[in-house]
């Protein structure tokens, strides 16, 4: 699977846009931008995925770049329950197969 | 109904001791999942179970021992475990199969078991 870069914490202020960038360069053809979230002590939480094409979601909203070398997660209002690890994750999507976490970026949002 | 069960949510156990640990769900998936966490860390793969078969082991020690007796559940039993197996277990399912183009294996996770070996 490919690995991912992302910044390992970020701050937000509560109703204002979350924008969690992540890395994927050596992305390949059939793989898949994954992201998950981790609140604390709980089980990580699938937000959203796509392939090349932006997504958009209750939740949020993927913004993939044309080369697909790199993606952003958009939460338009974050709220602090939105407080957590989000981890970007690069997958085929043809058969159900294990997930890699990398280390994930830590998002603080505050009042 | 897109939840997964684990149970316990904690457990004690000393290295001699013998503990399962379950999770159950009902959403139809008939891939499950063991992954592994330990504090700070992310989650790292252990077992992966399709239509009731294991196909994949990451290496992990015997001591630890899935078991997967029919679609809607799985156990990780374990035995003999070591302090530095302490962690949050925490299980998955999600389809086998696409049902929509694009779509597909999204894995739901349940709450973890939070283990403490002594």
């Known amino acids: 699977d490919a690995k991912t870069t992302q910044p390992p914490s970020m701050d937000c202020a509560e109703g204002r846009a979350a924008n969690l960038p992540c890395n994927h360069s050596?992305?390949?053809?059939?793989?898949?931008v994954y992201w998950y979230r981790q609140i604390h002590s709980q089980g990580p939480q699938y937000i959203i995925h796509g392939l090349k094409n932006n997504e958009t979601n209750e939740m949020a909203s993927l913004i993939i770049t044309e080369d697909r070398k790199s993606s952003t997660l958009i939460l338009p209002h974050a709220t602090l329950r939105d407080t957590a690890v989000y981890y970007c994750?690069?997958?085929?999507?043809?058969?159900?197969?294990?997930?890699?976490f990398g280390t994930g970026t830590r998002l603080q949002v505050t009042l | 109904d897109t939840e997964v069960t684990q149970t316990p949510k904690h457990l004690v156990m000393g290295m001699t001791n013998k503990k399962s640990l379950k999770c159950e769900q009902h959403?139809?998936?008939?891939?499950m999942y063991w992954y592994k966490q330990k504090a700070k860390k992310p989650p790292e793969l252990m077992f992966v179970?399709?239509?009731?078969?294991?196909?994949i082991n990451e290496s992990v020690p015997s001591r630890f021992s899935p078991e997967c007796p029919n679609s809607s559940l799985l156990n990780l039993h374990l035995h003999a475990l070591q302090p530095e197996d302490s962690a949050l277990y925490l299980c998955a399912s999600s389809q086998e199969s696409p049902r929509r183009v694009g779509g597909g294996y999204e894995q739901y996770f349940g709450p973890g078991t939070r283990l403490t070996v002594t």
């Open positions: 179970y399709s239509y009731e078969k294991l196909s």
């Open positions: 994750i690069v997958r085929p999507s043809r058969t159900a197969s294990k997930l890699t």
């Open positions: 959403m139809g998936h008939r891939a």
């Open positions: 050596t992305i390949s053809g059939n793989e898949y």
